[in-house]
């Protein structure tokens, strides 16, 4: 693998790593995510076949760019209110409302 492409697998794996703690979460049993990214991006430094390694850093920028647009589209459906249930996101975005200001909800909106 050439300096230049070393240098951009660093790149997408520091962005894929960075979208997978962001998006599927940094919890102990959702460890095996991160480890079989390391994995794979340490067993395929040593390919010596540009092509292979053009290939496989374009995977994972495939893959992350797959994880941030579920975690976008996820949003948005929040946001425009589409077949999902919004209510614990509103009782969330309520709290911190009136925590912003000193108060607590009271407790017909705390389950």
């Known amino acids: 693998m050439g300096s230049q492409q070393a240098m951009e697998a660093f790149k997408v794996y520091r962005v894929l790593l ?4 962001n998006h599927i979460g940094k919890e102990e049993y959702k460890k095996h995510f991160s480890q079989y990214i390391a994995e ?5 430094s040593q390919l010596s076949d540009p092509s292979l390694v053009a290939q496989r850093i374009k995977l994972a920028n495939d893959y992350t760019y797959l994880l941030n647009s579920v975690h976008h589209h996820k949003d948005l459906l929040f946001s425009y209110n589409i077949a999902v249930d919004r209510s614990d996101e509103m009782k969330r975005i309520l709290g911190k409302s ?6 607590k909800l009271p407790e017909v909106y705390q389950r």
């Open 18 to 21: 960075k979208a997978v703690k």
């Open 40 to 44: 794979q991006f340490r067993k395929n």
């Open 98 to 103: 009136a925590a912003s200001v000193g108060l």
